[in-house]
């Protein structure tokens, strides 16, 4: 029941928060930050009990009771249908991940939203409340239903107080996501049927299907239909191309949104279902998709390296980052899916605070083009420290997060194929280059000539800045002390690749 | 006739006492108001005596077989005249002045679109669609002083007669190799007479596939759809979309399903065909609309054709079958599922359009103006997209799972490319009601005041599409009793 008084506080919170809106300008902001911050309180005090690490590393995949929270209810029976919820030391890590970075979006909006802040904040939290339904839904039917569900709030987000091109990057955002979606539900629908066919019923349980038997060819099908819905939200090269202009138009909230959790589910989906429900296949296409991994770092990176735009420049960082996760992904051992683990973390801690540098620039200087910035330290020393810590964590150097993932995918790739290995360590060199180039041309350098230094740029505020040290906190402990992140996610982990060897001897 | 006919008959006999009434009571005194309330009260009792038919299926006279489906039917078609009648109340809604033959016409079509949802004979089913078309072909001139409906009128009069006349033609040439008219009796003859005369059989059926593809505007006989969709008054236009529409779904399936036509592959190929065209140019038609009943009518062209899917997956299936149980609970699913959310998409387009043709523009931040209409038509429009929580989601769910287990690959893929196409023009409708106004510190449009009883109606089939899409089990379970 956890998972679902979670669900129910965001969505809740969310109705608070619009009707608030009448009360006073502050209030609906204030109710959710506080109902994000309940959740996540609340979420902390039914995990953490002095054996919940014991509990974790008792769940195996064939008996969901021995999960940390286990819940079935029936839906409709009819087709096999229940309200399934799990969760396992992944899903926890993602849960935790989608509330603070949630709590981080509503503070990175706290002034930038002038009209309908009500409707604003409930579609923050409704988009929450979807993407937690995502990481935890283990019947396919109900985790598309949240997959699909999940973008509406966000669709909102974008064309109501997105900027200048706002229609076209919402209607792309949402059509690339709900298109590919369609093909993930024929393929969980085949899957039930299938299902059928052995057992007599449908069903769309997660653990009955697992190791449904059948044959190679309806295998390499239903898995692409799985396979292109995980990598369009990834995103991964080639399918990234509403992911710079829904970044770029977002309002900051929506970014930090987007880049730091929307995405995430991708990897999340990759890693839960396009690989264990179909271990064959996954095994025969590994190749192909750690070529596309390949592709979309340097693809993504060189692209980066061409744009003037603050918010497209890290947009395509993430593209190029997110590279490393498909890699990761399907080397498929324990290593790289360590670092996939990490690395989501990180970068969901890293670019959403660089989205929020983005947004508080472009309220301050109404532009975000690069070439209008410059030398930009001197009136604000505190947001040009913050941003250079990002960046010279997103570009991956020891000590941070971001480097601990992508070593680890590095590493566990390594012993998959050397090749690739080589080719994605190219990904750390064109990194750096981007992201100095981003730091270079709106930090450093002579203050823009006609921007003059009368106009009143005020720096980072406490509130800024604390948002900022909690992620810069987040990201240190991850960079020195990542144990205990991969202890709560090692079980999982390990239990999703004997699942798929078990599927390969088959 | 027994007693117990007569209870059977009850929605039909409901419908034609109400009529007698409302022409006594014209012509006794003339008063809308009253003729209004007569209709209302008529329909909603026909509604309840729905429920007296107690013994099914049950042969009324050649002419009707009462079953358990067709009565759900036509109680649904019943409910989508009382959304008519009410969005027909006062003379903003409509655009023209509301007289006591309205009402008669509406009672009368209605009347039609049950005789046709119960019929088992082809004499029924002429007699129905008739006293369909006819009337409706007078409610949609009812503006008369107005060019558009006039000429939406026309255009469907005419094509509607040629309809019509290639029906008896078709009729004609499946007697003439039958000997029967009656639905099982066909049924029995077909496969034999298929062999005997198989080109009387095959041009009689196509005939009459034209002729029901023209009333349900499936591609390529879909010509006349958006002009009548946008001529047509609102509340007519609603009329059409639901109650014409679904009542001759109805019986096309019961045809297809009694005429043993599922078996005649001939007949299932041009279904196909039919349902792939439709799903393709439907939906990429809708996509360059600027007018949102034009729209809807493109959408409409797309979700028939994805109906005929499930009609499809009935080819070659036994009676005993599973599937073929589950295909029909996929039409019954899905149409309930349409009608449902076409009388929210038409109400609110009703309620706010007014007389003029809606136009998107008048819809542009209706969210901010009007929420619980905004509201509503954005969940009409999610749930014609197939968005998850919504009625149509659940549709879709019915006809991909059918398509999966019948292996109807190509239909299957097309409904889905159709459904990714779909969804831009059915954002467009949403993102025209978010849009805050060109200058943004002045987005507040006044509140337009409006009755309660418009927010109310569009609240109940809000409500009742999402709690379709939400928990469906009960429903399915009635289905299944079906």
């Known amino acids: 029941m956890v998972i679902v008084t979670l669900i129910i506080i965001l969505l809740i919170g969310g109705i608070i ?53 286990h819940l079935k209810l029936e839906w409709i029976p009819a087709f096999g249908i229940s309200i399934e919820f799990a969760l396992d030391g992944l899903s926890l890590l993602m849960v935790a991940l989608t509330l603070i970075l ?45 997959w699909e569900v999940m973008l509406i709030p966000m669709y909102f987000i974008i064309a109501i107080w997105g900027h200048e091109n706002r229609s076209y990057a919402a209607m792309k955002f949402f059509i690339f996501t709900q298109a590919s979606g369609l093909l993930m539900l024929v393929s969980s629908i085949a899957l039930a049927v299938i299902y059928k066919e052995v057992n007599g019923q449908y069903s769309f349980s997660y653990f009955d299907l697992i190791n449904l038997p059948k ?10 239909g799985f396979f292109v819905a995980f990598v369009v939200k990834l995103p991964g090269f080639p399918f990234h191309t509403w992911l710079p202009d829904a970044h770029t138009q977002a309002p900051t909230a929506g970014s930090v949104i987007l880049a730091g959790i929307l995405l995430k589910t991708g990897a999340y989906g990759l890693i839960r279902f396009a690989v264990p429900l179909f271990p064959s296949a996954a095994n025969d296409f590994a190749p192909m998709a750690m070529a596309l991994g390949v592709f979309g770092i340097i693809y993504g990176a060189m692209t980066a390296f061409a744009q003037t735009d603050f918010k497209r420049l890290v947009a395509y960082s993430s593209v190029s980052h997110m590279g490393f996760i498909l890699l990761g992904v399907y080397a498929w051992n324990e290593l790289a899916l360590q670092g996939v683990v ?31 910035m410059s030398g930009l330290w001197k009136f604000m020393p505190k947001m040009g420290a913050s941003a250079m810590f990002f960046i010279i964590a997103s570009l991956g150097l020891p ?36 992201s100095l180039i981003l730091m270079q041309k709106s930090f450093y350098g002579e203050p823009n000539a006609h921007r003059g230094e009368t106009t009143m740029l005020h720096d980072f505020r406490k509130r800024e800045m604390l948002t900022m040290y909690t992620m810069m906190g987040a990201l240190v402990l991850l960079g020195i002390y990542p144990q205990p992140i991969m202890d709560v996610a090692q079980t999982t982990l390990i239990g999703l690749i004997d699942a798929v060897q078990l599927g390969l001897v088959k | 006739m027994k007693v117990i006919d007569f209870y059977s008959l009850a929605p039909i006999l409901g419908l034609s006492v109400t009529i007698i009434v409302v022409m006594i009571q014209a012509s006794i005194k003339r008063n809308h108001k009253l003729a209004w309330w007569i209709s209302f009260l008529g329909v909603t009792a026909t509604l309840w005596s729905t429920h007296l038919a107690t013994s099914y299926p049950q042969q009324v006279t050649p002419l009707f077989l009462i079953n358990p489906s067709g009565l759900w039917f036509s109680s649904l078609i019943t409910v989508g005249a009382l959304v008519t009648l009410i969005l027909s109340t006062d003379d903003e809604n409509t655009g023209f002045k509301v007289t006591e033959e309205y009402y008669l016409l509406l009672l009368l079509s209605t009347l039609g679109a049950v005789v046709l949802i119960l019929a088992s004979h082809m004499a029924s ?69 298929g062999i005997k005369n198989p080109l009387l059989v095959v041009a009689g059926t196509s005939m009459l596939l034209a002729s029901i593809g023209f009333k349900l505007s499936l591609a390529p006989f879909h010509m006349w759809t958006p002009d009548v969709y946008q001529g047509a008054p609102t509340p007519v236009t609603n009329f059409l979309a639901t109650v014409s529409k679904g009542a001759m779904l109805v019986a096309l399936s019961r045809f297809t399903i009694d005429g043993q036509l599922h078996q005649y592959p001939t007949f299932m190929l041009c ?49 005993s079958d599973e599937i073929f149980y589950s295909s029909l609970e996929a039409i019954n699913f899905y149409l309930t599922a349409y009608i449902i959310t076409s009388l929210a998409a038409f109400t609110v387009i009703a309620n706010i359009g007014g007389e003029n ?82 200058s943004d510190n002045n987005y507040e449009v006044p509140l337009i005041s409006s009755p309660m009883w418009r927010d109310a109606l569009a609240i109940i089939l809000m409500i009742s599409v999402i709690l379709l899409g939400t928990w469906p089990q009960p429903f399915i379970d009635f289905m299944r009793h079906l």
């Open chain 1, 215 to 224: 044959g190679y060819l309806t295998e390499y099908l239903l898995m692409s």
């Open chain 2, 125 to 193: 089913l002429l007699l129905g669609m008739e006293l369909l078309g006819i009337s409706l072909y007078a409610m949609i001139a009812f503006p008369e002083k107005d060019p558009n409906p006039l000429e939406g009128a026309i255009k469907y009069l005419v094509l509607s007669a040629a309809a019509s006349a290639m029906l008896l033609f078709g009729f004609a040439l499946i007697y003439a190799a039958t000997g029967d008219l009656s639905y099982t009796g066909i049924g029995a003859k077909l496969s034999s007479a």
């Open chain 1, 399 to 434: 000590g941070f997060g971001n480097f601990i993932g992508e070593v680890l995918i590095l590493l566990g790739l390594y012993q998959v194929s050397s090749w690739m290995a080589v080719a994605a360590s190219l990904g750390l060199i064109t990194g750096a280059i981007y």
């Open chain 1, 102 to 146: 949630g709590a981080v979006a509503v503070s990175a909006s706290w002034t930038d939203i002038k009209k309908h802040q009500g409707f604003f904040e409930a579609n923050v939290l409704w988009t929450l409340a979807g993407v937690i339904g995502v990481f935890t839904a283990l019947d396919l039917f109900l985790f598309f239903l949240f």
């Open chain 2, 357 to 438: 043709d809606p136009d998107m523009r008048s819809f542009a931040g209706l969210f901010w103006r009007k929420p619980v209409q905004a509201s509503t038509l954005t969940v009409a429009m999610l749930s014609f997209a197939g968005i998850p929580l919504t009625a149509g989601f659940l549709g879709k769910f019915y006809l991909i799972t059918l398509a999966l287990n019948t292996n109807l690959w190509l239909l299957l893929i097309t409904l889905v490319f159709g459904s990714a196409i779909a969804i831009y023009y059915y954002l467009r409708v949403i993102y025209t009601m978010l849009i805050t106004s060109s």
């Open chain 2, 271 to 319: 279904l196909s065909v039919l349902a792939i065209i439709s799903m393709l140019v439907g939906n990429w038609l809708a996509l360059r609309q600027q007018q949102i009943k034009r729209l809807l009518a493109y959408s409409s062209i797309a979700h028939f054709g994805y109906l005929l899917v499930a009609l499809v997956a009935l080819r070659q299936l036994q009676e």
């Open chain 1, 342 to 372: 990490i690395q989501m973390i990180a970068h969901g801690f890293s670019s959403a605070a660089l989205f929020m540098i983005a947004g508080s620039l472009q309220e301050r200087l109404h532009t975000r083009d690069m070439r209008e």
């Open chain 1, 17 to 69: 928060a619009l009707l608030s809106e009448k009360l006073s300008e502050e209030a609906p902001r204030v109710t959710a930050l506080l109902s994000i911050l309940v959740s996540l309180i609340y979420l902390m005090l039914q995990i953490i009990k002095p054996d919940y690490i014991t509990v974790i590393t008792q769940s195996s995949l064939s008996d969901p009771a021995s999960w940390l929270m």
